[in-house]
């Protein structure tokens, strides 16, 4: 009976549940699982209202994050592309400027969340966002290593509440039956970041190398932070901030759009943004969903990470006569493929766990299929054939991220200061474990064999499967109910307010008919 109920199905002889008898009245109506809300079609206007998001927060949200995982993640394009050479680079100093710039983020992450819920969204990232594009730029003029190691810490604590903000911002504006497929689109720009950075670098090397005196990833880092610096204004115009506080200067919005996203927010009963207290820290730490995300996350991101080797297995591979199999520009295009993959997959499970209401399947699904490369890559001695195969099926299983905060979003419908900080310091976390676990799991030393990380990665998708059954039995078990609880008790309390408010308006409007009764009278009489 319980698995079952997991999977959405029921059992014979069991009584209709209320989507059920809500589709008997309106076919196109459904109920949302965590507070029992009746949701019907979505009107003309309200879907206007989700183009007009579409077309500028989401646009500029996507654009922003391309640009923030450009500037995150060209050093491994530079890496290939004659930085390695030009500052004499070796051993694990390559890891490291992951792990400077991972410490950086982690420290950071957790304030940033913090100020963001007192300082306003449009005023707080965009500024922030400037600030590592100066950076980004001065990267150009690094001579040795221990520079880079410096610029990259102040790069990721700066860049720290870009991502998990940009979630926030779209967990208030959209709705359960919108957000994964949103949150995908978003995510997916971490890919196209990541694709742009090879494909950037592989036209500045053959076209800007040496222009100038620079070398062609010196050029990268100033087109990147020239890049960030022009989207990091259009920020403070184009950032929405929240429906019930919304930013003046957001142009594209009117009263009628404000009103309109209230009225959803309504709706759906989820809860308004509030600021950070010591209370919400302490409501969240007491809980057990804060750490089952926390562990999820982690667990899924870290094992999905053998992709980003995937260039450095490129370089090794030599030709009989010893050289290179691909060229430098060649080793940075490669990769494309597999991100082309993961844009699709990403788009196709958000699409798929919005439109089925399911967050789980999605998760597991990929996990399983991540077990597979696992088990190809730690054989090691099979054809190169395989390892092509095994690095392009890591690219499937990058689409985990959308459906967990889409989760998150759903089991905490009443507390959004819980959403925000079990976000921050879900990614928090993972960003101080990655901080140590690229060196630890996949030294540079070891390339392009691993001798432990595939192994580890088969252990963390198994420890994802095992994580999302249980928080989705858990779910079905027992936020389900006590949300749906809280909701009625919420309408209840709504309803009562309600008719107080007119029961005192009726006494007001009789108490005002007596004392003109009166007035009435003692005029007729005064006129006698």
Request: net charge positive.
């Amino acid at each position: 009976m319980v698995f079952s109920s997991m999977l959405g199905f029921r059992a014979k002889g069991h009584p209709k549940d209320e989507a059920e008898v809500a589709a008997v009245v309106d076919p196109s109506a459904h109920i949302d699982p965590q507070t029992g809300a009746v949701i019907e079609k979505k009107t003309k206007k309200e879907r206007l209202f989700v183009a007009r998001l579409d077309a500028v927060l989401l646009v500029y949200c996507c654009i922003s994050q391309t640009i923030k995982y450009l500037d995150q993640q060209n050093i491994s394009a530079a890496y290939v592309s004659g930085m390695k050479e030009e500052l004499s680079l070796y051993g694990n100093e390559y890891n490291y400027f992951t792990t400077w710039f991972n410490v950086g983020y982690a420290i950071f992450l957790i304030p940033s969340q913090i100020v963001i819920t007192h300082v306003r969204p449009s005023l707080w990232l965009p500024t922030l966002e400037a600030f590592w594009g100066v950076l980004t730029v001065s990267m150009y003029k690094v001579h040795n290593y221990k520079q880079v190691y410096v610029l990259r810490a102040f790069i990721g604590a700066l860049e720290a509440t870009c991502y998990p903000g940009a979630i926030m911002l779209l967990m208030s504006w959209y709705t359960p039956v919108e957000l994964a497929f949103r949150i995908g689109f978003y995510h997916s720009c971490q890919t196209v970041g990541n694709m742009l950075a090879g494909a950037l670098q592989a036209a500045i090397y053959t076209n800007l190398d040496g222009i100038n005196g620079i070398s062609g990833w010196r050029w990268m880092m100033i087109i990147d932070g020239i890049l960030t610096l022009v989207i990091s204004l259009a920020g403070f115009f184009l950032i929405p901030d929240f429906p019930s506080k919304p930013n003046p200067m957001s142009f594209w919005l009117r009263p009628k759009h404000i009103a309109i996203a209230v009225e959803r927010t309504k709706k759906f009963k989820r809860a308004d943004n509030k600021k950070f207290t010591l209370n919400s820290v302490k409501k969240a730490l007491t809980g057990p969903l804060f750490y089952i995300f926390v562990i999820h996350l982690f667990s899924s991101v870290i094992s999905q990470q053998s992709y980003t080797y995937f260039n450095l297995w490129l370089k090794s591979l030599k030709n009989a006569d010893g050289t290179a199999r691909w060229t430098v520009a060649q080793v940075n295009l490669l990769p494309l493929i597999g991100g082309a993959i993961t844009i699709v997959t990403i788009w196709f499970w958000g699409f798929v766990s919005d439109y089925y209401q399911t967050r789980w399947i999605p998760v597991v699904v990929q996990a399983c299929i991540g077990i597979i490369p696992g088990i190809i890559m730690s054989i090691w001695h099979v054809s190169d054939a395989a390892k092509y195969f095994s690095y392009f099926i890591v690219y499937l299983t990058l689409a985990t991220a959308p459906p967990i905060w889409a989760w998150l979003s759903d089991l905490n419908p009443f507390d959004a200061e819980q959403r925000a900080f079990t976000l921050g310091f879900a990614i928090a976390f993972y960003y101080a474990c990655g901080a140590w676990s690229g060196p630890l799991i996949w030294p540079a030393k070891t390339a392009p064999h691993y001798k432990y990380g595939w192994q580890v990665t088969i252990a963390l998708w198994i420890l994802v499967i095992i994580m999302a059954c249980s928080l989705r039995y858990i779910e079905v078990k027992h936020i389900r109910p006590k949300n749906r609880r809280i909701a009625q008790e919420k309408e209840e309390a709504a309803r009562a307010a309600e008719r107080e408010a007119e029961l005192q308006a009726e006494q007001d409007a009789d108490k005002k008919d007596v004392q003109v009764t009166r007035i009435t009278s003692i005029r007729s009489r005064d006129s006698v």
